[in-house]
């Protein structure tokens, strides 16, 4: 009687935050329909953080600007992750003006010692220079109003955290459910005893491995039940096993609703989207110019649009397939790749108030007005 009651609570919660989901998209769909459309800037009209910012949100402007930092000579790729100034400086002219997040990655590099990259980027992504930009894009009416999508978020990111939270207690079930059957009673002990323990050994490892290969909540959830199906045959009463296993199946039914309906709602508006699809043009015209500084240029833009995981697919794949063949986007495509696969990673969420920037002082109004954004002019390589 207790397993049924578990079943059937668990999935009406499931139908519930199945409902939340449908009903949070509708909501952002409104919400979007009454924003601009029609974009007041184009695509050249934004420096290539604002063009990060909008593309990826706060990952990929620390991004930029980890790329701006590596053409700029000043810093070098350092193994799997991390980053240093190079042994010897490349003969390059500094570039008059450096920009804001130029001087304060410069500033946080020490000479002699490699730091992580994540730790330079997330630096960048924080500063009050993006906070300036983000102002900036939302008084351009390309993303919407973070009062107006308080609640959507709110709701939403609650129904994702119960979520995960039954994805925790299925995690924690598994490495149960391999205790239970290798204690049950069977003659001969043998095998199957030894396999069990092998199994409940290398679920830590598993569980590491499904991170590193599908990433967050959902890996952790793929390893729980390839070991619950794995320890399923081998139970003695498996009844609690096989709804421990449907239940895990119908997390991943309902992770895939999350998806459909729009993942991490994004911020952009309807004329944040046009001028995404104007830079992608952009950045094509851009490339086949011969002069170093558009190159220069094209390879940040190329960054802000593609994110170092973009950057390093082959350039026969994916989108601006022309472009990404352009001297300077292959400097950085290369940068990108010897910063590893763990540097970089999808389109990132405005936290709180804002895709992009934690919560706190960053978003309040300075004397009563909205802070100015400069315009960024990149330099060449």
Known sequence: MAVEAVVLGTVLCYLALAGCYAATRCRHARILATGPRRPAVGADDLSPYELGLLAGGQRRLGEVALADLYLSGRAVAHGQGMVTRPWQQERRPPPEAPGPFTRLLDARLPAGRAVPAD???SAASRSDAATAAL?????????VAP????????????????QALIGAAGVAFAAAAAV???????EPVGVVFVLLVLVLLGYPFLLHLTRRLVGGVRGAVLAALVVTALATPAAHAPRELVAALGLLVGWFALYAAYLLTGGRLGWRTRAGDRVLADAWSCLER???AADRGAAGDAALRATALLGFRGLRRRPGRGRCVGAQRCPGIALVRSFAAACGRGVGGPEGALADGFPGIAAGAGWRRVGGRTPAAGRHRPHGE
């Open 147 to 162: 009062e107006r999508m308080r609640r959507v978020t709110l709701v939403r990111n609650g129904a994702w955290g119960l």
């Open 180 to 186: 239970v059957a290798m204690m049950s009673p069977r």
């Open 286 to 288: 851009a490339a086949v």
């Open 119 to 121: 730790h330079l980027m």
């Open 135 to 143: 102002w900036r894009l939302r008084r351009l009416g390309l993303l």
